[in-house]
């Protein structure tokens, strides 16, 4: 199978060259049969891509392993070895650059830009796809479909705030990515509002639990009368709170493999949860959440946007290569990924923003809390 490609670090891929050889491969058109067959598909794809050394280079290290990427040497070794286990990882890379390739984008250009909409408050849920909030939801307000700038938390963060200064807004945020991509991202708020710090974490639940982002989105209002409010919350998204331990990622993995969550154990075949349980612990969390958002709705001042960063797949078939999807891969435009909520309630006058000089906050977070944090909400890192 000749891809083509340079070896030269950092390089780019022609993902073109990589479709028509892909899909011109004998049995690849059997991705479609199912999972059995996919894996066996693309394990004999992903090795015979590592023998002649192209496509490991131009695809996995040299589209990886660039200034302007998300992956370490260390990640890339890593996916290396699980590739060659779980060679839908290899797919999985292959719809990732063909959303690249097709959108000239590092983010979703069809995806709204959430700093240009009109709010006073935003309040954003993480992983929730549209088709679950529209028939779960009784909230107050306008609700429509909108895009995401992207298919992960990361993804959508660099997409609507990256190298922006913000100074008119407060980022309040459960979720520790932003810190943990604080340099990539380079977003200067007014404050940012750390509530996944020891304060805020649930030790039991493994997350920031709704309540909690609650309060803290109270304080922020009342110390900052005259800044837009963005409340990140966790919910929907895993771990799935009161979920069985067979749900939740510390249950899964070893020590090289810490962070391996229910998307993944489902994506490989490696646990005997069902579909079904999965699907019905995910509805559980938003409807943990939603009833916190509605008394917000009816406590904030203003306009209140209540939406998501990005969807996540439940089982469904991605893009072009039709694999099995579980999860939020990022770079992935499918619209159970990118197909958010976007609800609007008025509530009250207006606020009078105004953009001011960033407060001085410190920055003494260990690393190893940040860590402890994303494997607990099922990152690998």
Not at 144 to 156: A, L, M
Request: charged content about 25%.
């Amino acid at each position: 199978m000749d891809i083509g490609g340079s070896h030269a670090l950092p390089g780019r891929i022609e993902f073109r060259r990589v479709t028509l050889a892909a899909w011109s491969t004998n049995g690849v058109s059997e991705l479609a049969a199912g999972p059995l067959a996919s894996r066996t598909t693309l394990q004999r794809l992903y090795l015979e891509s590592i023998r002649n050394s192209r496509v490991i280079t131009s695809l996995q290290l040299g589209s990886f392993y660039n200034p302007e990427s998300m992956y370490s040497l260390g990640q890339i070794r890593r996916g290396v070895r699980r590739g060659i286990s779980d060679p839908s990882i290899f797919a999985r890379e292959i719809n990732r650059h063909y959303y690249r390739w097709l959108t000239h984008r590092d983010y979703n250009p069809n995806g709204v830009n959430v700093v240009d909409e009109d709010w006073d408050t935003l309040l954003i849920l993480d992983a929730c796809r549209y088709d679950m909030f529209e028939s779960q939801h009784n909230l107050p307000g306008r609700l429509v479909k909108r895009e995401s700038r992207g298919s992960h938390t990361t993804e959508f963060l660099v997409a609507n705030f990256g190298n922006e200064r913000l100074h008119d807004i407060v980022y309040v945020t459960a979720s520790p990515q932003l810190h943990r991509w604080r340099d990539r991202i380079d977003a200067e708020f007014h404050a940012v509002v750390n509530v996944w710090r020891e304060e805020g974490w649930s030790d039991k639940h493994g997350t920031v639990r709704p309540e909690t982002m609650a309060e803290h989105v109270h304080e922020a209002t009342e110390q900052y009368p005259n800044k837009r409010i963005i409340g990140h919350f966790l919910q929907p998204h895993y771990p799935f709170i009161g979920a069985g331990e067979n749900l939740n990622p510390r249950t899964f993995g070893n020590e090289e493999e810490t962070g391996r969550d229910i998307w993944n154990e489902l994506r490989t075949g490696n646990t005997a949860v069902s579909a079904a349980t999965v699907w019905d612990a995910y509805r559980r969390n938003l409807d943990i959440v939603l009833p916190v958002v509605r008394d917000l709705l009816s406590e904030l001042s203003g306009r209140t946007v209540v939406t998501s960063d990005h969807g996540n797949m439940i089982g469904e078939r991605s893009s072009p290569l039709p694999i099995t999807e579980w999860g939020h891969p990022p770079g992935t435009y499918t619209a159970e990924l990118v197909s958010v909520p976007w609800l609007v309630y008025e509530n009250g006058p207006r606020k009078e923003i105004v953009a001011e000089t960033p407060t001085e906050a410190s920055d003494d977070t260990d690393d190893d809390v940040v860590t402890e944090r994303l494997q607990q909400l099922g990152y690998v890192s």
